[in-house]
């Protein structure tokens, strides 16, 4: 249900009009302060009804009606400041509004609704003060990864894995959806036998729809460098390509949901049939699927969970142990049952029964646990078919309401895709989704909300950066299908996916398009613009299909979808800057690609803009928008070095306050008044020459920033000029500074002493030279809180360090160190992953520091200690 953000989302964008664009609304204002009441009002409200939603019918009716309202008046609202900002729209929006703008009927109709709503508190004796409460606030408790029971399938499939054939061998696991294909892949794919066995091991998600030249790219990447020749390859030369890197040696490859027999067919080409050392598994709801792949080997159909296993998966879900207090056993054992032995079900009802377990309240805990018992039992009592749909639905409804169009969102991206965190959380924001919480940023929230999404069992966290953050995250099969028709009904409405049937018609049809208020559009995006939808209510566009935008298409979107907050079309090749874009100003989030070299000027019509993603294959990009006056622009990221505006002389009030990414940006841009207009920064990347940076000052002046990166570019310079000289001096770096990249940098080994001395420095990255020089003597230079070293594409040969020096490392990463001969036993005292590629030589001693955390551990008489050495394929 997302009323509650629905009408969040009014009531900032009613408040910001009324401070910043009164103007637009001549004789509308006395209405347009009415309207910000009422919706005050009506969000208190809400907060409370979202827990009652299937209690009360009448209440469901209620909210649809509330809904209803809120969306026509958010589209009046939208349609006339659009009118009154750009008289050419007046025709596109007559066919909405029959002609005209309602605006002064809009708080009316509002009205009328909490009529109805003060009729409903006083017929049911609704506490107006708990309309007031919310679940907010607490603290979110991140799930581990259990895998529980299917020791035994373990093992039968790893000794398929080291059969010998004379040709290669594919292997499949065929399963229910929900039953654990993808988590038992996962451990084999992990198991020390196999990754010794296999040191080249590549996995990919193939899905229901798929590009194969996409899949051959994804293997190949694990190979070798992709390179912009191979993207303009066809399938084949791309499917050659890999089955010559396959022709010899020892691998495993992983196709995860793989759907069809025609799918496998169309893939196999790549996978050399001589190579008898090759090992592909694949994971597949359809048996036919297997007997396709490999005629000579059944498929391996996975069991169900035992009885036994069921149970201990429970109970290490939800209270991260084999315990469950007596108490609560008999709730725990009958809820257990009733999810048939699917590890699913299992996870996605312990995740809700996570939020309801109190360790201080055990007669709290057992009558909430009684309570989702007698709900489970109610939900899954007819049709087993549907039984996993039933519980993600019980999952669904006992969100509470601030979570549930971010979880529903989900749904918009495709099949499998790995979503980037950041991505995901700035789209959250501008569809309004985030709600500000005291002091909290709004990025703060959103993350707060992801990991209890992961908490519930209804998110996984996928990828990971090197200091522990969640990097991406992916939605299973299942959830993401009930998010899609979750989102599409009556009472939701929140997105809807366009796609193209066998027999070449949309679906929804075109005409539908009106109707919706966000959509996904993953394939055919170009049929589907040349026929000139026209969206009047469309808030969202966003598609992953790559492709070229042709110049006669490029001021479609902005022509069919005038009311835009989210545009997502990274994926697209624009061939010039679409200029109708600035037309749109109630523009949120926009991330494009093309070959831009300039950013108009009227970029800064669009008042409302907070992320701004530009992806250029131009070096540079001068920005010609005044972006010091775009008060609510938060995130800036371009790939080239962007040459900003000037900015105006920093008052005594201080500068820009919500910009908190900038990045890349020229060096001519580092001066004191931009560093000081953006004085809250928290993120910040620099591009081009670096050395200019000695002489700068006023980085010292962002006291907020925490991530900086640094990337030496100089375009036609000679080698000398390429080189850096000096860093600025330790006191020039912001104060608190956590995370610094250096790129290209050039810079000699003993200017590492001039970063230890940043006091705050946890994660430290060294790419493509950033130091030149074969030794590194580290010694009495101590990076007291440096947790995360990445090192790539240096020509060291020799590294002299201690423990000492490195007392709280964690983290190592060393990438194409070709010449680097060892690396230095003592750091593993702290080491907790050590991760190597193309760096044959220090092998031998990080199996010696591999060896030695093992000693350590035996001699302390400690439990596992997880560390983790990663080889990559040929460096063993």
Known sequence: ?????????????????????????????????????????????????????????????????VKDVIFEAEDAIDAFVIQAADKKTQSFFAKMTNGSIKTLNIANEVQTVMVKINRFFTQHGVDRAAALTTERGQEPIVRRDNIVGLEDETDKLVGYLMEEKNEIDVISIIGLPGLGKTTIAGKIFRDPKVQYEFPTRIWVFVSQEYKRKDVFLSILKSLTTITDDMHRKTDMEVAQILSDY????????????????????????????????????????????????????????????????????????????????SKLEEHGKLIVDQCDRLPLAIVVIAGILVKKTSAGDLNATEKQWRKVRERVKYYLKEDPEKRMEKIISLSYNKLPYHLRPCFLYFGMFPEDFEIPVQKLILMWIAEGFIQKKNDISLEETAQDYLEELISRNLVMGDKKSLDGRIKSCRIHDMLREFCKSESGNDQEKLFQEIKMSDEGIFVPSISEVQNYRRLSIHSHFLSFIS????????????????????????????????????????SFKFTKFPNDLTDLVHLRYIALSSNFTVLPKSITKIWNLQTLIVDTTSRTLEINADLWN??????????????????????????SGELQTLGMISTQNCTEDVFGRACNLKKLGIRGQIAALARCRGLERLRNLRKLKLFNDVRFGSTSEALVPRLPPPDAFPPELKSLTLSATNLKWDHMSTLCMLNYLEVLKLKDKAFVGDFWDASGACFRKLEVLYIERVELVHWKASSQDFPVLGSLVLRNCEKLQEIPLHLHKSLHSLDLKRCKYAVDSAREIERAKKQDQAHENAETSGFKLGIAPGDE
């Open 1 to 65: 249900m997302a009323e509650g953000a629905a009408i969040s989302f009014l009531l900032d964008n009613v408040k910001q009009l009324l401070v910043h664009q009164l103007h637009l609304f001549r004789g509308a204002n006395d209405e347009m302060v009415l309207l910000r009441n009422d919706l005050e009002i009506l969000q208190a409200f809400i907060e409370d009804a979202s827990a009652k939603k299937n209690k009360d019918q009448a209440l469901k009716v209620l909210m649809r009606q």
């Open 246 to 325: 396959l022709r010899e040696g020892r691998f495993l490859i992983v196709l995860d949901d793989v759907w069809t027999a025609e799918a496998w067919l169309d893939l196999h080409v790549a996978f050399p049939k001589s190579n008898k050392l090759g090992k592909i598994l694949i994971t597949s709801r359809h048996a036919e699927v297997a007997r396709q792949a490999n005629r000579n080997r059944e498929p391996h159909v996975l069991r169900f969970l035992t009885h036994r296993e069921s149970w201990l998966l429970f109970r290490l879900e939800v209270f991260g142990e084999p315990v469950c207090p």
């Open 531 to 570: 026929s000139k939808p026209y969206g009047p209510r469309v808030r969202t566009l966003f598609s992953k299909e790559e492709m070229t935008l042709p110049p006669k298409n490029i001021s479609s979107i902005p022509a069919a979808f005038k009311l835009l907050r989210v545009l997502d079309v990274k």
């Open 630 to 655: 775009m008060i609510n622009l938060r995130h800036l990221k371009t790939n080239a070095s962007s040459i900003l505006p000037k900015a105006p002389e920093v008052t005594k009030q201080g500068g």
